[in-house]
């Protein structure tokens, strides 16, 4: 069983919608929760991090940890064609040098 | 804005010959991690540099794999014989402060490697 799950997708919905992206894991010890956007041939780039539960917002875009399902999620308001690429989750942990641990990621595709 | 800066941006070449990928970081960047992602997967971390030390190799296959960051700086890393399951997009990323503490980490464009 991998550490951290994350549904491939991919995700189709129409411009305008809220997206909720989701990612599990199975190690209590995680602290910080990260969602990277990965364009095509690019880069990932880090969109949000929480630390231990809660929300956050910026934007269009909230994060959401729940530590005690071991569940975060992203949601997405006012979906638009450029929000289109592939969301990761990652998480890290004091006693592993602050490493990354990553979901698969989702595809996500904002029909116009 | 300072980016990491990667080449070559792809790479196909046949299987056992030698390949070699070259990362900036941003300046000032302590801190220089390799990571191999295959399609439809997260990144895999391979090694991470703390200045010019290792911090972590564990998961780097060293009977072809090597990575150096000779003065702390920029950093290559290098495949001796490639395989067909080499191929994938290999990224570097750096971050700011020392391994002990979460910093973001700031990715490159990544080099495509295709073995064929």
């Known amino acids: 069983q991998k550490e951290v799950e994350q549904d491939p997708g991919p995700l189709s919905v129409p411009e305008g919608a809220i997206v909720s992206l989701n990612c599990t894991y199975s190690n209590s010890a995680f602290q910080y929760f990260m969602w990277y956007r990965q364009y095509s041939r690019k880069g990932p780039e880090l969109l949000m991090y929480?630390?231990s539960s809660g929300n956050k917002e910026d934007g269009r875009f909230t994060a959401q940890v729940d530590k005690s399902s071991k569940y975060i999620s992203l949601f997405i308001r006012d979906s638009q064609p450029s929000d289109s690429a592939t969301y990761l989750c990652?998480?890290?942990?004091?006693?592993?040098?602050?490493?990354?641990?990553w979901g698969a990621g989702t595809k996500l595709i904002i029909k116009p | 804005e300072a980016e990491v800066a990667q080449s070559p941006r792809y790479k196909i070449t046949e299987k056992s010959q030698a390949v070699a990928f070259w990362c900036d970081p941003i300046?000032?960047?302590?801190?220089l991690y390799w990571y191999r992602q295959i399609l439809g997967q997260g990144p895999e971390l391979l090694v991470q540099f703390q200045d010019e030390s290792v911090v972590d190799d564990s998961q780097l296959p060293k009977d072809r794999f090597s990575a150096e960051r000779l003065k702390g700086v920029d950093s290559t890393l290098k495949i001796q014989p490639a395989e067909l399951g080499d191929s994938a997009m290999y990224l570097c990323a750096s971050s700011l402060a020392d391994y002990a503490t979460y910093n973001e980490q700031f990715f490159g464009p990544g080099t495509r490697l295709t073995v064929l």
């Open positions: 990652a998480m890290s942990r004091p006693d592993s040098n602050y490493q990354l641990i």
């Open positions: 300046s000032g960047h302590a801190t």
């Open positions: 929480t630390y």
